[in-house]
Protein backbone atom coordinates (compact mmCIF):
# COMPACT_ATOMS: atom_id res chain seq x y z
CA UNK A 1 0.00 0.00 0.00
CA UNK A 2 1.51 3.41 -1.01
CA UNK A 3 0.74 6.86 1.23
CA UNK A 4 -1.63 8.71 -1.04
CA UNK A 5 -1.63 11.42 1.67
CA UNK A 6 1.12 11.79 3.90
CA UNK A 7 0.10 14.42 6.72
CA UNK A 8 3.25 15.08 8.77
CA UNK A 9 3.63 16.92 12.70
CA UNK A 10 0.51 19.43 11.43
CA UNK A 11 0.21 22.66 14.03
CA UNK A 12 -2.94 25.09 13.97
CA UNK A 13 -3.62 27.51 16.97
CA UNK A 14 -6.87 29.93 16.87
CA UNK A 15 -5.40 32.29 19.79
CA UNK A 16 -4.77 30.51 22.48
CA UNK A 17 -6.42 27.50 21.43
CA UNK A 18 -4.50 24.54 20.32
CA UNK A 19 -6.82 23.08 17.53
CA UNK A 20 -4.31 20.77 15.89
CA UNK A 21 -1.27 20.19 17.50
CA UNK A 22 1.61 17.63 15.93
CA UNK A 23 -0.78 15.70 13.73
CA UNK A 24 0.38 12.88 11.91
CA UNK A 25 -1.06 10.43 9.91
CA UNK A 26 -1.49 8.89 6.25
CA UNK A 27 -4.08 7.18 4.20
CA UNK A 28 -3.55 4.76 1.66
CA UNK A 29 -4.11 4.27 -1.96
CA UNK A 30 -7.49 2.11 -2.79
CA UNK A 31 -8.63 2.72 0.96
CA UNK A 32 -11.23 3.78 3.16
CA UNK A 33 -9.84 5.50 6.04
CA UNK A 34 -11.65 7.09 9.15
CA UNK A 35 -11.07 10.31 11.44
CA UNK A 36 -12.83 10.37 14.82
CA UNK A 37 -12.28 11.75 17.70
CA UNK A 38 -14.41 13.32 20.27
CA UNK A 39 -15.38 16.94 19.91
CA UNK A 40 -13.10 19.74 19.69
CA UNK A 41 -10.47 16.96 18.86
CA UNK A 42 -9.64 19.10 15.69
CA UNK A 43 -10.67 16.43 13.15
CA UNK A 44 -12.62 19.25 11.10
CA UNK A 45 -9.37 21.82 11.34
CA UNK A 46 -6.67 19.27 10.16
CA UNK A 47 -9.49 18.35 6.89
CA UNK A 48 -9.22 22.35 6.68
CA UNK A 49 -5.74 22.08 6.88
CA UNK A 50 -5.22 19.23 4.00
CA UNK A 51 -7.86 20.77 2.11
CA UNK A 52 -6.27 24.18 1.79
CA UNK A 53 -9.26 25.84 3.24
CA UNK A 54 -6.84 27.06 6.22
CA UNK A 55 -3.47 27.62 6.37
CA UNK A 56 -1.74 25.60 8.90
CA UNK A 57 1.04 27.39 11.18
CA UNK A 58 4.01 24.77 10.32
CA UNK A 59 3.81 21.08 9.32
CA UNK A 60 3.17 19.40 5.92
CA UNK A 61 0.84 17.98 4.02
CA UNK A 62 1.81 15.51 0.75
CA UNK A 63 -0.62 13.90 -1.44
CA UNK A 64 0.64 12.28 -4.20
CA UNK A 65 4.32 13.15 -3.40
CA UNK A 66 3.89 16.89 -3.84
CA UNK A 67 3.60 19.06 -0.61
CA UNK A 68 0.24 20.20 -0.76
CA UNK A 69 0.47 22.78 2.56
CA UNK A 70 -0.80 26.60 1.95
CA UNK A 71 -2.31 25.97 -1.44
CA UNK A 72 -5.39 27.34 -2.24
CA UNK A 73 -8.46 25.27 -1.78
CA UNK A 74 -9.08 25.32 -5.76
CA UNK A 75 -5.61 24.17 -6.49
CA UNK A 76 -5.89 21.62 -4.35
CA UNK A 77 -9.10 20.30 -6.01
CA UNK A 78 -7.28 20.33 -9.47
CA UNK A 79 -4.53 17.85 -8.22
CA UNK A 80 -7.60 15.59 -7.76
CA UNK A 81 -8.17 15.53 -3.46
CA UNK A 82 -12.06 16.94 -3.37
CA UNK A 83 -13.91 17.14 -0.01
CA UNK A 84 -16.92 17.66 1.50
CA UNK A 85 -18.59 20.05 4.41
CA UNK A 86 -20.61 19.04 7.63
CA UNK A 87 -23.90 20.49 5.99
CA UNK A 88 -24.72 19.14 2.53
CA UNK A 89 -23.25 22.50 0.11
CA UNK A 90 -25.46 22.11 -3.28
CA UNK A 91 -25.96 25.24 -5.73
CA UNK A 92 -28.98 25.35 -4.45
CA UNK A 93 -30.44 27.58 -7.61
CA UNK A 94 -28.98 25.23 -9.93
CA UNK A 95 -30.85 22.48 -10.90
CA UNK A 96 -29.87 18.75 -9.66
CA UNK A 97 -28.23 17.74 -13.10
CA UNK A 98 -26.44 20.95 -13.41
CA UNK A 99 -25.11 20.81 -9.59
CA UNK A 100 -23.57 16.94 -11.31
CA UNK A 101 -22.35 18.88 -14.61
CA UNK A 102 -20.42 21.30 -12.44
CA UNK A 103 -18.84 19.01 -10.26
CA UNK A 104 -16.46 18.71 -13.19
CA UNK A 105 -13.87 20.90 -13.38
CA UNK A 106 -12.46 21.83 -16.99
CA UNK A 107 -10.20 25.22 -17.39
CA UNK A 108 -10.85 24.81 -20.85
CA UNK A 109 -14.67 25.39 -21.26
CA UNK A 110 -15.08 27.55 -18.90
CA UNK A 111 -12.64 30.15 -19.82
CA UNK A 112 -14.15 33.21 -21.33
CA UNK A 113 -13.07 33.35 -25.34
CA UNK A 114 -13.99 30.28 -25.55
CA UNK A 115 -17.58 30.31 -23.70
CA UNK A 116 -18.06 33.28 -25.75
CA UNK A 117 -17.18 31.65 -29.07
CA UNK A 118 -19.22 28.82 -28.59
CA UNK A 119 -18.00 25.11 -28.08
CA UNK A 120 -16.18 23.41 -30.75
CA UNK A 121 -17.17 19.84 -32.06
CA UNK A 122 -14.82 18.11 -29.55
CA UNK A 123 -16.25 20.27 -26.83
CA UNK A 124 -20.27 19.37 -27.50
CA UNK A 125 -19.06 15.71 -27.29
CA UNK A 126 -17.20 15.55 -24.60
CA UNK A 127 -20.62 17.81 -22.99
CA UNK A 128 -22.88 15.13 -24.10
CA UNK A 129 -20.69 12.53 -23.03
CA UNK A 130 -20.98 14.39 -19.31
CA UNK A 131 -24.36 14.57 -19.61
CA UNK A 132 -25.32 11.13 -19.90
CA UNK A 133 -22.55 10.09 -17.63
CA UNK A 134 -24.71 12.17 -14.88
CA UNK A 135 -27.52 11.08 -15.76
CA UNK A 136 -26.31 7.55 -15.31
CA UNK A 137 -24.93 8.98 -11.61
CA UNK A 138 -28.20 10.19 -10.60
CA UNK A 139 -29.95 7.13 -11.68
CA UNK A 140 -28.05 5.26 -9.25
CA UNK A 141 -28.98 7.32 -6.36
CA UNK A 142 -32.24 7.67 -7.56
CA UNK A 143 -32.33 10.84 -8.26
CA UNK A 144 -32.58 11.19 -11.74
CA UNK A 145 -36.45 11.99 -12.04
CA UNK A 146 -35.40 14.95 -9.67
CA UNK A 147 -32.54 16.05 -12.28
CA UNK A 148 -34.46 18.85 -13.41
CA UNK A 149 -35.13 20.29 -9.82
CA UNK A 150 -34.17 23.36 -8.18
CA UNK A 151 -31.12 21.41 -6.17
CA UNK A 152 -32.36 23.86 -3.06
CA UNK A 153 -35.61 22.16 -2.70
CA UNK A 154 -34.20 18.30 -1.91
CA UNK A 155 -34.39 17.17 1.15
CA UNK A 156 -31.68 16.61 3.24
CA UNK A 157 -31.13 13.26 2.32
CA UNK A 158 -30.95 13.90 -0.87
CA UNK A 159 -28.94 16.92 -0.78
CA UNK A 160 -26.39 14.03 1.08
CA UNK A 161 -27.21 11.57 -1.95
CA UNK A 162 -26.36 14.91 -4.78
CA UNK A 163 -23.00 15.72 -3.17
CA UNK A 164 -22.07 12.04 -3.06
CA UNK A 165 -23.25 12.01 -6.99
CA UNK A 166 -20.98 14.81 -7.36
CA UNK A 167 -18.09 13.10 -6.24
CA UNK A 168 -18.48 9.99 -8.14
CA UNK A 169 -18.84 13.04 -11.18
CA UNK A 170 -15.64 14.09 -10.17
CA UNK A 171 -13.56 11.32 -10.37
CA UNK A 172 -10.96 12.82 -7.50
CA UNK A 173 -8.12 10.57 -6.37
CA UNK A 174 -9.14 11.13 -3.10
CA UNK A 175 -12.35 12.37 -1.47
CA UNK A 176 -12.48 13.64 2.50
CA UNK A 177 -16.37 13.10 3.90
CA UNK A 178 -17.11 15.45 6.77
CA UNK A 179 -19.61 13.90 8.95
CA UNK A 180 -21.34 12.60 5.59
CA UNK A 181 -23.92 10.42 8.13
CA UNK A 182 -25.41 13.45 9.96
CA UNK A 183 -28.86 13.55 9.98
CA UNK A 184 -29.55 10.76 7.90
CA UNK A 185 -31.20 8.06 8.90
CA UNK A 186 -30.48 4.61 8.69
CA UNK A 187 -32.04 3.35 5.41
CA UNK A 188 -30.32 5.86 3.80
CA UNK A 189 -27.04 4.95 6.18
CA UNK A 190 -27.06 1.64 4.03
CA UNK A 191 -27.37 3.46 1.02
CA UNK A 192 -24.66 5.75 2.00
CA UNK A 193 -22.38 3.12 3.01
CA UNK A 194 -22.83 1.27 -0.47
CA UNK A 195 -21.80 4.46 -1.96
CA UNK A 196 -18.98 5.23 0.04
CA UNK A 197 -17.57 1.76 -0.39
CA UNK A 198 -18.35 1.96 -4.51
CA UNK A 199 -15.84 4.52 -4.25
CA UNK A 200 -13.36 2.55 -4.06
CA UNK A 201 -14.42 0.42 -6.49
CA UNK A 202 -13.92 4.07 -8.59
CA UNK A 203 -10.62 4.38 -8.00
CA UNK A 204 -11.46 7.33 -5.41
CA UNK A 205 -9.61 6.85 -2.28
CA UNK A 206 -11.84 8.03 0.89
CA UNK A 207 -11.40 9.71 4.28
CA UNK A 208 -13.88 10.19 6.41
CA UNK A 209 -14.83 11.75 9.60
CA UNK A 210 -17.58 10.63 11.35
CA UNK A 211 -19.26 10.06 14.70
CA UNK A 212 -21.26 7.11 13.80
CA UNK A 213 -18.84 4.16 14.94
CA UNK A 214 -20.75 1.40 13.50
CA UNK A 215 -20.69 3.44 10.08
CA UNK A 216 -17.13 3.43 10.70
CA UNK A 217 -16.70 -0.02 11.86
CA UNK A 218 -18.39 -1.33 8.50
CA UNK A 219 -16.59 0.67 6.14
CA UNK A 220 -13.28 1.80 7.09
CA UNK A 221 -10.14 -0.25 6.54
CA UNK A 222 -8.03 2.00 8.85
CA UNK A 223 -8.95 4.47 11.51
CA UNK A 224 -6.85 7.35 12.84
CA UNK A 225 -8.59 8.65 16.44
CA UNK A 226 -7.53 12.27 17.37
CA UNK A 227 -8.27 13.81 20.64
CA UNK A 228 -6.82 17.52 21.98
CA UNK A 229 -5.27 18.76 18.42
CA UNK A 230 -3.26 14.67 17.89
CA UNK A 231 -3.52 11.46 16.64
CA UNK A 232 -3.43 8.75 19.75
CA UNK A 233 -3.80 6.04 17.37
CA UNK A 234 -3.69 4.62 14.09
CA UNK A 235 -5.13 1.02 13.50
CA UNK A 236 -7.80 -0.97 11.90
CA UNK A 237 -11.01 -0.65 13.95
CA UNK A 238 -11.51 -3.96 15.65
CA UNK A 239 -7.68 -2.97 17.71
CA UNK A 240 -9.22 0.12 18.57
CA UNK A 241 -11.33 -1.41 20.90
CA UNK A 242 -8.22 -2.73 22.56
CA UNK A 243 -6.35 0.28 23.10
CA UNK A 244 -7.18 2.24 26.44
CA UNK A 245 -6.13 5.45 25.36
CA UNK A 246 -8.74 5.43 22.49
CA UNK A 247 -11.36 4.37 25.18
CA UNK A 248 -10.57 6.99 27.77
CA UNK A 249 -10.55 9.81 25.44
CA UNK A 250 -13.71 8.78 23.15
CA UNK A 251 -14.94 5.11 23.19
CA UNK A 252 -15.87 5.18 27.11
CA UNK A 253 -18.16 2.50 27.04
CA UNK A 254 -17.43 -0.10 24.45
CA UNK A 255 -20.43 0.13 21.74
CA UNK A 256 -21.69 -2.07 19.81
CA UNK A 257 -23.59 -2.52 16.35
CA UNK A 258 -27.10 -2.16 17.73
CA UNK A 259 -27.22 0.39 19.76
CA UNK A 260 -24.25 3.34 19.40
CA UNK A 261 -26.23 4.83 16.30
CA UNK A 262 -25.22 8.31 18.09
CA UNK B 1 -45.17 63.48 -30.19
CA UNK B 2 -42.89 61.07 -32.26
CA UNK B 3 -39.59 62.79 -31.38
CA UNK B 4 -40.61 62.18 -27.50
CA UNK B 5 -41.20 58.43 -27.68
CA UNK B 6 -37.84 58.20 -29.86
CA UNK B 7 -35.83 59.19 -26.60
CA UNK B 8 -38.06 57.47 -24.42
CA UNK B 9 -37.04 54.20 -26.22
CA UNK B 10 -33.03 55.82 -26.54
CA UNK B 11 -33.36 56.34 -22.84
CA UNK B 12 -34.94 52.95 -22.29
CA UNK B 13 -32.32 51.21 -24.72
CA UNK B 14 -29.48 52.77 -23.19
CA UNK B 15 -30.53 51.96 -19.21
CA UNK B 16 -31.09 48.06 -20.63
CA UNK B 17 -27.38 48.07 -21.56
CA UNK B 18 -26.34 49.14 -18.60
CA UNK B 19 -28.68 46.86 -16.41
CA UNK B 20 -27.16 44.05 -18.33
CA UNK B 21 -23.74 44.57 -17.31
CA UNK B 22 -24.66 45.27 -13.81
CA UNK B 23 -26.86 41.88 -14.22
CA UNK B 24 -23.67 40.06 -15.07
CA UNK B 25 -21.88 41.27 -11.62
CA UNK B 26 -24.93 41.13 -9.15
CA UNK B 27 -27.27 38.09 -10.87
CA UNK B 28 -24.47 35.99 -12.23
CA UNK B 29 -21.49 36.63 -9.86
CA UNK B 30 -23.42 37.91 -6.64
CA UNK B 31 -21.61 40.48 -5.63
CA UNK B 32 -24.35 43.82 -4.88
CA UNK B 33 -21.80 45.94 -6.52
CA UNK B 34 -22.36 50.10 -5.54
CA UNK B 35 -19.90 51.65 -7.44
CA UNK B 36 -21.46 50.56 -10.91
CA UNK B 37 -22.60 54.10 -11.60
CA UNK B 38 -18.83 54.94 -11.31
CA UNK B 39 -18.02 53.13 -14.55
CA UNK B 40 -21.00 54.35 -16.21
CA UNK B 41 -20.02 57.46 -15.14
CA UNK B 42 -16.25 57.06 -16.74
CA UNK B 43 -17.46 55.86 -19.91
CA UNK B 44 -19.36 58.69 -20.62
CA UNK B 45 -16.83 61.00 -19.41
CA UNK B 46 -14.08 59.35 -21.35
CA UNK B 47 -16.43 58.97 -24.74
CA UNK B 48 -17.01 62.99 -24.29
CA UNK B 49 -13.31 64.02 -23.58
CA UNK B 50 -11.81 62.37 -26.69
CA UNK B 51 -14.22 63.40 -29.11
CA UNK B 52 -15.30 67.14 -28.39
CA UNK B 53 -11.39 68.68 -28.84
CA UNK B 54 -9.37 70.76 -26.96
CA UNK B 55 -10.79 72.65 -23.97
CA UNK B 56 -11.90 76.45 -24.04
CA UNK B 57 -11.65 78.89 -21.55
CA UNK B 58 -12.69 79.07 -18.81
CA UNK B 59 -13.14 74.93 -19.02
CA UNK B 60 -10.82 72.75 -18.46
CA UNK B 61 -10.60 68.70 -18.72
CA UNK B 62 -7.80 66.32 -19.79
CA UNK B 63 -7.04 65.21 -23.47
CA UNK B 64 -9.08 67.04 -25.13
CA UNK B 65 -9.07 64.73 -28.52
CA UNK B 66 -11.71 64.45 -31.81
CA UNK B 67 -11.54 60.91 -32.37
CA UNK B 68 -13.85 59.26 -33.89
CA UNK B 69 -17.02 58.00 -31.95
CA UNK B 70 -16.52 54.41 -32.31
CA UNK B 71 -12.72 54.40 -31.01
CA UNK B 72 -13.65 56.61 -28.23
CA UNK B 73 -16.50 54.35 -27.39
CA UNK B 74 -13.67 51.13 -27.37
CA UNK B 75 -11.03 53.12 -25.19
CA UNK B 76 -14.33 54.16 -22.79
CA UNK B 77 -14.99 50.87 -22.57
CA UNK B 78 -11.24 50.31 -21.21
CA UNK B 79 -11.19 53.02 -19.01
CA UNK B 80 -13.77 51.59 -17.46
CA UNK B 81 -12.69 48.27 -17.33
CA UNK B 82 -9.25 49.07 -15.56
CA UNK B 83 -11.13 51.22 -13.01
CA UNK B 84 -12.80 47.95 -12.09
CA UNK B 85 -9.93 45.88 -12.58
CA UNK B 86 -8.40 48.12 -9.71
CA UNK B 87 -11.62 48.44 -7.78
CA UNK B 88 -12.61 44.90 -7.79
CA UNK B 89 -9.19 43.65 -7.45
CA UNK B 90 -8.88 45.32 -3.64
CA UNK B 91 -12.75 44.81 -2.97
CA UNK B 92 -13.24 40.96 -3.94
CA UNK B 93 -9.99 39.77 -2.02
CA UNK B 94 -11.47 39.18 0.87
CA UNK B 95 -14.75 40.70 0.69
CA UNK B 96 -18.39 39.37 0.23
CA UNK B 97 -21.77 40.94 0.57
CA UNK B 98 -22.52 43.79 2.84
CA UNK B 99 -18.74 44.56 3.19
CA UNK B 100 -18.09 44.31 -0.34
CA UNK B 101 -21.12 46.45 -0.89
CA UNK B 102 -19.73 49.40 1.13
CA UNK B 103 -16.23 49.51 0.14
CA UNK B 104 -17.62 49.46 -3.19
CA UNK B 105 -19.91 52.45 -2.47
CA UNK B 106 -16.97 54.09 -0.82
CA UNK B 107 -15.20 53.56 -4.12
CA UNK B 108 -17.75 55.39 -6.31
CA UNK B 109 -17.96 58.18 -3.60
CA UNK B 110 -14.31 59.20 -4.26
CA UNK B 111 -14.93 59.00 -7.60
CA UNK B 112 -17.48 61.12 -7.60
CA UNK B 113 -16.27 63.86 -5.77
CA UNK B 114 -12.96 63.85 -7.18
CA UNK B 115 -14.53 64.12 -10.70
CA UNK B 116 -16.87 67.06 -9.40
CA UNK B 117 -14.28 68.88 -7.08
CA UNK B 118 -10.63 68.37 -9.50
CA UNK B 119 -11.98 70.72 -11.87
CA UNK B 120 -8.85 69.94 -14.85
CA UNK B 121 -10.02 66.27 -15.18
CA UNK B 122 -13.72 66.64 -16.37
CA UNK B 123 -14.40 70.03 -15.52
CA UNK B 124 -15.74 69.73 -11.74
CA UNK B 125 -19.25 70.32 -11.30
CA UNK B 126 -20.26 71.96 -14.53
CA UNK B 127 -19.54 68.72 -16.44
CA UNK B 128 -18.34 67.84 -20.19
CA UNK B 129 -20.41 68.85 -23.22
CA UNK B 130 -20.39 69.51 -27.13
CA UNK B 131 -20.70 66.03 -28.44
CA UNK B 132 -23.17 66.78 -30.94
CA UNK B 133 -24.65 63.40 -33.16
CA UNK B 134 -21.91 61.34 -33.01
CA UNK B 135 -21.38 59.82 -36.32
CA UNK B 136 -24.03 62.04 -38.08
CA UNK B 137 -21.46 63.62 -40.28
CA UNK B 138 -20.20 60.12 -41.04
CA UNK B 139 -23.17 59.16 -42.12
CA UNK B 140 -24.97 62.34 -43.50
CA UNK B 141 -27.84 62.29 -41.22
CA UNK B 142 -29.81 65.32 -41.18
CA UNK B 143 -30.69 66.60 -37.58
CA UNK B 144 -34.50 65.99 -38.01
CA UNK B 145 -33.91 62.25 -38.35
CA UNK B 146 -30.62 62.06 -36.45
CA UNK B 147 -32.57 60.62 -33.35
CA UNK B 148 -34.38 57.74 -35.44
CA UNK B 149 -30.53 56.71 -35.93
CA UNK B 150 -29.64 57.08 -32.72
CA UNK B 151 -31.80 55.03 -31.75
CA UNK B 152 -31.06 52.68 -34.01
CA UNK B 153 -27.59 52.05 -32.92
CA UNK B 154 -28.15 51.92 -29.91
CA UNK B 155 -30.73 49.04 -29.99
CA UNK B 156 -28.23 47.32 -32.84
CA UNK B 157 -25.37 47.67 -29.77
CA UNK B 158 -28.14 46.09 -26.77
CA UNK B 159 -28.95 42.98 -29.74
CA UNK B 160 -25.12 42.67 -29.76
CA UNK B 161 -24.72 42.79 -25.62
CA UNK B 162 -27.79 40.17 -25.73
CA UNK B 163 -26.04 37.86 -27.99
CA UNK B 164 -22.95 38.25 -25.74
CA UNK B 165 -24.72 37.75 -22.61
CA UNK B 166 -26.67 35.19 -23.72
CA UNK B 167 -23.74 33.35 -25.07
CA UNK B 168 -22.03 33.06 -21.70
CA UNK B 169 -24.77 32.89 -19.43
CA UNK B 170 -25.66 29.13 -21.06
CA UNK B 171 -21.79 28.38 -21.66
CA UNK B 172 -19.63 26.45 -18.75
CA UNK B 173 -18.64 30.39 -17.66
CA UNK B 174 -21.61 31.39 -17.13
CA UNK B 175 -22.57 28.38 -14.93
CA UNK B 176 -19.57 27.98 -13.22
CA UNK B 177 -20.15 32.06 -12.13
CA UNK B 178 -23.78 30.79 -11.16
CA UNK B 179 -22.10 28.22 -8.37
CA UNK B 180 -20.07 30.89 -7.07
CA UNK B 181 -23.12 32.82 -6.48
CA UNK B 182 -24.56 30.02 -4.73
CA UNK B 183 -22.28 28.43 -2.89
CA UNK B 184 -18.62 29.84 -2.84
CA UNK B 185 -16.77 27.51 -0.63
CA UNK B 186 -18.11 24.11 -2.46
CA UNK B 187 -17.19 25.96 -5.45
CA UNK B 188 -13.51 26.09 -4.99
CA UNK B 189 -13.47 22.56 -3.62
CA UNK B 190 -14.91 21.91 -6.66
CA UNK B 191 -11.20 23.37 -8.18
CA UNK B 192 -12.95 26.89 -9.49
CA UNK B 193 -10.57 29.51 -8.71
CA UNK B 194 -13.25 32.50 -6.77
CA UNK B 195 -10.81 35.20 -6.94
CA UNK B 196 -10.30 35.08 -11.01
CA UNK B 197 -13.40 34.41 -12.49
CA UNK B 198 -15.30 36.86 -9.81
CA UNK B 199 -13.27 39.08 -11.27
CA UNK B 200 -13.51 38.13 -14.60
CA UNK B 201 -17.32 38.71 -14.17
CA UNK B 202 -16.74 42.12 -12.73
CA UNK B 203 -14.24 43.77 -14.70
CA UNK B 204 -16.93 42.03 -18.07
CA UNK B 205 -19.75 44.01 -16.29
CA UNK B 206 -17.98 47.36 -15.79
CA UNK B 207 -17.18 47.14 -19.58
CA UNK B 208 -20.67 46.60 -20.56
CA UNK B 209 -21.39 49.59 -17.85
CA UNK B 210 -18.87 51.94 -19.91
CA UNK B 211 -20.71 50.75 -23.01
CA UNK B 212 -23.97 52.07 -21.50
CA UNK B 213 -22.48 55.31 -20.34
CA UNK B 214 -20.51 55.82 -23.92
CA UNK B 215 -23.76 55.51 -25.48
CA UNK B 216 -26.14 57.75 -22.77
CA UNK B 217 -23.13 60.65 -23.21
CA UNK B 218 -23.69 60.61 -27.05
CA UNK B 219 -27.87 60.62 -26.54
CA UNK B 220 -27.32 63.72 -23.29
CA UNK B 221 -24.09 65.15 -25.58
CA UNK B 222 -23.20 66.50 -22.10
CA UNK B 223 -22.37 64.53 -18.74
CA UNK B 224 -21.76 66.19 -15.33
CA UNK B 225 -21.77 64.57 -11.64
CA UNK B 226 -25.56 66.26 -11.35
CA UNK B 227 -26.14 62.95 -14.03
CA UNK B 228 -24.77 60.26 -11.96
CA UNK B 229 -25.38 60.49 -8.48
CA UNK B 230 -24.82 56.79 -7.20
CA UNK B 231 -28.04 56.40 -6.70
CA UNK B 232 -28.69 55.63 -9.63
CA UNK B 233 -27.27 52.20 -9.07
CA UNK B 234 -30.06 51.26 -7.08
CA UNK B 235 -32.57 52.24 -9.86
CA UNK B 236 -30.86 49.75 -12.06
CA UNK B 237 -30.90 46.64 -9.30
CA UNK B 238 -35.09 48.07 -8.90
CA UNK B 239 -34.99 46.75 -12.98
CA UNK B 240 -32.99 43.47 -12.30
CA UNK B 241 -35.01 42.71 -9.74
CA UNK B 242 -38.12 42.81 -11.15
CA UNK B 243 -37.51 41.50 -14.14
CA UNK B 244 -35.66 38.61 -12.76
CA UNK B 245 -32.40 38.59 -11.42
CA UNK B 246 -29.91 36.64 -13.29
CA UNK B 247 -32.15 36.32 -16.16
CA UNK B 248 -31.54 38.34 -19.79
CA UNK B 249 -34.65 38.20 -20.80
CA UNK B 250 -36.10 39.70 -17.39
CA UNK B 251 -33.68 42.22 -17.36
CA UNK B 252 -34.41 44.15 -20.48
CA UNK B 253 -37.80 43.41 -19.34
CA UNK B 254 -37.33 44.70 -15.82
CA UNK B 255 -35.67 48.03 -17.37
CA UNK B 256 -39.19 48.66 -19.68
CA UNK B 257 -41.07 47.98 -16.57
CA UNK B 258 -39.48 50.30 -14.08
CA UNK B 259 -36.99 52.91 -16.03
CA UNK B 260 -39.48 53.53 -19.10
CA UNK B 261 -43.17 52.29 -17.60
CA UNK B 262 -42.94 54.07 -14.22
CA UNK B 263 -41.44 57.10 -15.78
CA UNK B 264 -44.49 57.38 -17.91
CA UNK B 265 -47.10 56.23 -15.68
CA UNK B 266 -46.11 59.06 -13.48
CA UNK B 267 -46.00 61.29 -16.01
CA UNK B 268 -49.69 62.24 -16.43
CA UNK B 269 -50.39 63.09 -12.51
CA UNK B 270 -51.93 66.27 -11.59
CA UNK B 271 -49.96 68.90 -10.17
CA UNK B 272 -50.07 70.02 -6.45
CA UNK B 273 -49.46 73.29 -6.08
CA UNK B 274 -46.74 74.20 -5.00
CA UNK B 275 -45.04 71.01 -4.80
CA UNK B 276 -42.82 71.06 -7.58
CA UNK B 277 -41.02 67.75 -6.83
CA UNK B 278 -44.00 65.77 -5.67
CA UNK B 279 -44.20 63.95 -9.41
CA UNK B 280 -40.39 62.99 -8.83
CA UNK B 281 -41.04 62.14 -5.05
CA UNK B 282 -43.88 59.79 -6.00
CA UNK B 283 -42.29 58.34 -8.68
CA UNK B 284 -39.16 57.08 -6.33
CA UNK B 285 -42.09 55.80 -3.66
CA UNK B 286 -44.18 53.83 -6.19
CA UNK B 287 -40.04 52.39 -6.89
CA UNK B 288 -39.46 51.42 -3.81
CA UNK B 289 -43.38 50.24 -2.97
CA UNK B 290 -43.38 48.16 -5.86
CA UNK B 291 -39.39 46.71 -5.26
CA UNK B 292 -41.19 45.82 -1.50
CA UNK B 293 -43.93 44.16 -3.43
CA UNK B 294 -41.56 41.66 -5.71
CA UNK B 295 -39.35 40.90 -2.73
CA UNK B 296 -42.01 40.08 -0.53
CA UNK B 297 -44.19 38.30 -2.96
CA UNK B 298 -42.37 37.35 -6.15
CA UNK B 299 -38.58 37.53 -5.31
CA UNK B 300 -37.21 35.67 -8.16
CA UNK B 301 -38.82 38.37 -10.58
CA UNK B 302 -41.39 38.17 -13.58
CA UNK B 303 -39.10 36.18 -16.03
CA UNK B 304 -36.94 34.34 -13.31
CA UNK B 305 -33.89 33.01 -14.20
CA UNK B 306 -34.01 29.44 -16.38
CA UNK B 307 -32.25 26.25 -15.50
CA UNK B 308 -31.15 23.73 -17.48
CA UNK B 309 -33.63 21.84 -18.85
CA UNK B 310 -33.08 17.67 -19.94
CA UNK B 311 -36.02 16.52 -21.59
CA UNK B 312 -35.10 12.90 -21.73
CA UNK B 313 -38.73 11.84 -21.24
CA UNK B 314 -37.43 8.03 -20.18
CA UNK B 315 -35.11 9.29 -18.24
CA UNK B 316 -32.55 7.14 -20.21
CA UNK B 317 -28.91 6.85 -19.97
CA UNK B 318 -26.49 5.48 -21.92
CA UNK B 319 -26.23 5.28 -25.71
CA UNK B 320 -29.55 5.77 -26.44
CA UNK B 321 -29.96 9.02 -24.91
CA UNK B 322 -27.29 10.85 -27.62
CA UNK B 323 -29.74 10.05 -30.71
CA UNK B 324 -32.36 12.04 -29.01
CA UNK B 325 -33.04 15.30 -28.46
CA UNK B 326 -32.72 15.88 -24.66
CA UNK B 327 -32.34 19.41 -24.00
CA UNK B 328 -33.92 22.35 -24.22
CA UNK B 329 -33.95 26.16 -22.97
CA UNK B 330 -31.08 27.07 -22.21
CA UNK B 331 -28.38 24.62 -24.46
CA UNK B 332 -25.44 24.80 -21.92
CA UNK B 333 -23.39 23.96 -24.61
CA UNK B 334 -24.09 20.13 -24.18
CA UNK B 335 -24.53 19.82 -27.73
CA UNK B 336 -26.94 16.98 -27.39
CA UNK B 337 -29.90 19.89 -28.46
Known amino acids: MTALLEVQDLHKHFGGVQAVNACSFTAAEGQITGLIGPNGAGKSTAIDLISGFKIPDTGTVVFEGKQVQGKPPYAISRMGMIRTFQTPREWPALSVLENLILACYEPRREGFWLSLRGPTRAEKERASEQLIRARAILEEFGLLSLRNERAGNLSGGQKRLLEFGRIRMAEPRLVILDEPMGGVNPVLGERMATAVLGFVGAGTSVIIVEHNLPFIERVTDQVVVMAEGRVIAEAPFEQLRGNQAVVDAYLGEMPTYDDADN | ????????????????????????????????????????????????????????????????????????????????????????????????????????????????????????????????????????????????SYGFYYLGLCAVVLIAVVIMVTRLNTSRFGLALRSLREDERA????????????????????????????????????????????????????????????????VVLGVAVMVMGLQEATRYLPEVANQPSFAPAFRLILTGIVLVLFIRFRPQGILPERRLRDEDPAGKSGAAAVAEKVVTGPSLDTGVA
Open chain 2, 1 to 144: MIDYLVSILTEGVIFAIMALGLNVIWGWSGDFDLAYYGYVALGAYMTLVLTIGPPTQPTTYILGLTLPFPIAVIIAIISSMLLALIVGAIALRHLRGIYFSIVTLGAVYVLYIFAGQFVPLFNGYNGLSGLFDPMGDFFHIDFA
Open chain 2, 187 to 250: AAAFGRNIYVTKLKAYVLGAGIGGLGGALFAGYLSAFNPSAWSPVETIILYAAILVGGRGSTRG
